[in-house]
């Protein structure tokens, strides 16, 4: 096929019998090649004009022409004229540009010889008709944005004009297009096909100015029997192939096949492939430009003003009401990051968002919003259908694979909004709905869903109102201390006689305002909770006190630490400061730390609290077995007392089994030198349990509700007093 292969300029040179085409230094005058044609007279045959002037030669001048065009041309289109050449005593039709020839810019002509008039005027029409032909494609590329269309376009021109059967453009790469023309007496060809197969075989073939130009496949019997079998199948009788490139990629080709007339313009498909190639440029800037406003650089889904977009789509063909809005997000992602490393992280991410993608009909669709939180629109439901196909998400997802050896599942918390009737709201009002239901689960284990309420609504604006007059609150000291007495049931050396963990209370008016179960979720979440911690420690360092003036001197208060009190630069400092400002003991305090803290920010902890065992505080594991616990933590963390959580007394299954798992607990953490605790006993079995078990330690209704400061001081005068707890006598 190579022999097949032309240049622009051996193109150029086919034009018609009676032309012929010279090539000269614009600068020098000096022809560096002419056309050898018969009807050339003798003086002008090859060799024989090398290194002379063009206008001594073609002119038979001494000095350049008067009227040369060098000055006129350019690269990107010819300069069309007619002369009468005296010295070849011949009238000429001439087209004149710039071209590349042997690495260097030269001047380009085409002669025709016109023998009559109506030769002139002959070719000056098809001149014509040529150009108007390729203002008839660009035009419309110049506005059109869709390629499509235009691929369209330029076939709906280019074929008629030079009596083509059929044609075709292709764009290859990712965003395949493959654009058809044919006459539809034609009935052989099958276009499909041609293109790809010259693509593959002779791919290497072209550059910028080369096309594959077959003008009589008979002529390719004997040279080239395969491809002539090919062609002869496909009812090929001529072909033209024109690469489209972008830089220096093949990007497209423009295929004519069967083509009966005006040969001679065939170079204005060049042109059309370079206009063509600036439009595939600009569509693909476009696609980049399209990606980054609405897909997610990470997964390749939307992302949220994609997913804006679409919602806006699927409404207008469906009312919203059709469908239910999820707002998901990863059960302690950060933690999983932490430990396993933002590679794995970004893996689980993409392994959710092909999952989704599975997961979506053609008339759904899903999104990242930020981070691991993710948004979904999923066709309405009956709600356990909607659950049993969350639910094949969520196990879906608990299966990823490198997790699997490592005994850990990925979990999933979701809030879902159904859309009422009518539905007067925007798609961000809808998902502010489902991540208010999002935002209200409490989920120790296991993935979890919770449909919106206007009842969950309600209680989501009360928490705004909080949050609102929180800090109001700390300046007139609403916030109540009340300490809930620990009952020691085992001698324990070196340990004060009367423990309590200090608990808040929002009062207002001399009644309870809200619970901690009402604001402490919330604070936490806005960042408030680390500034009601320092609020809360302060005031025990000064209740402390105030117990010892009054002659209580063995005491000690468990203060709760959160997460995000811990995670403050200054934590320890401050904490330390202020113990010390107030005079208080080691033995006096105690740092309580939740489960999950230990779970999410393991390395951070072990550091913090090496740093506050260094500075004397006693240091306690709260709600140990709520939902990550982990034996390893216990074995990592240097840790006083061990506070279980009173969901091992509610463990299912027979009193021995119940008894011997918490009894392997409280030995283990004895064997560790840590104190225990356990919290939440509120009836007799419970404590008939921990005293054949060995719990240092008790705490729950049981024993005693929370007490005011007040009532709290007469509970510890009257043991003092009593000489034995209440406990005691049971």
Known sequence: MKRYQRTIN???????????????????YEILYISDETFISEELRREQYRGEKCYEILQGRLEPCPFCTNHLLSREHYYIWTYHNSHLNTDYI???????????????????????????????????EGQNMLMNCIQPMLHETDLYVTQRRILDNICPFFGAEWGTVQRFGEHQILTQWGRRESGKWRPGRIPSAFVREYGELFNSYTQILITDTEAMKDSDPENYEFLKQEGVTSLCSTPVFTGSELAGMITLGNFSKNQANITLLFTLAFYLSSLMQREELYRKKMRLQYYDALTGSLN?????????????????????????????????????????????????????????????????????????????????????RFNGLADRLASFGPFEEKNYQVELISGVYIPETPCGMDIDEMLNRA???????????GSRILFFTEELRKKALAGIEMEAEMRSALDKEEFVLYLQPQIKLTDVSGQKAHRAEALVRWMRNGRIYAM??????????????????????????????????????????????S????????????????????????????????????????????????QLKK???????????????????????PLDILKLDKGFLACEGEDRRRQIVVKSVLQMAKQLDMLTIVEGVENEEQLHLLQKVGC?????????PPLSEDEYRSFVKEELHGGESEIRQI
């Open 516 to 561: 901690p179960d009402d604001f402490i979720g919330l604070f936490e979440k806005n960042g408030m909770i680390a500034e009601l911690d320092l609020y809360i420690y302060e005031r025990i360092c000064i209740l402390i006190n105030r117990f010892k003036t009054c002659g209580l001197t063995s005491v000690c208060i468990a203060v709760n630490v």
């Open 94 to 128: 001439l087209k004149d540009k710039l071209v590349d020839f042997d690495g260097h810019i030269v001047r380009m002509e085409i002669a025709t010889a016109l023998k009559s008039h109506e030769a002139v005027l002959k070719a000056l029409s098809e001149s014509l």
């Open 615 to 637: 500075a004397g505080f006693i240091c306690a594991m709260d709600d140990f077995g709520t939902g990550y616990s982990s034996l390893n933590v216990l074995q990592i963390l």
């Open 304 to 388: 949220l003003e994609g997913f804006r977009r679409e919602s806006g789509r699927l409404f207008s063909e469906s009312a919203p009401q059709e469908y239910s809005l999820w707002y998901c997000d990863i059960k302690n992602f950060k933690y999983i990051n932490d430990l396993f490393g933002f590679h794995t992280g970004n893996r689980i991410l993409k392994y959710w968002a092909s999952c989704l993608k599975d997961s979506c009909r053609e008339d759904e669709a899903f999104c990242r919003i930020s981070d691991d939180n993710f948004a979904f629109l999923w066709r309405l439901d009956e709600q356990d259908r909607l659950r049993e």
């Open 10 to 28: 051996e193109i150029l040179m086919m034009e018609k019998p009676e032309s012929f085409v010279y090539f000269s230094d614009p600068e020098t």
């Open 696 to 704: 240092d330690y008790l705490q729950g209704f049981l024993v005693s």
């Open 563 to 610: 997460r995000h009190t811990m995670m403050q630069p200054d934590f320890v400092e401050t904490y330390l400061a202020i113990k010390k400002r107030y005079r208080i003991e080691d033995d006096e305090l105690e740092l309580e730390f939740t489960e999950s803290i230990a779970v999410e920010e393991l390395e951070l902890m072990q550091k913090v609290l090496k």
């Open 435 to 445: 991540n208010m239901a999002r935002k209200s689960i409490v989920s120790p284990r």
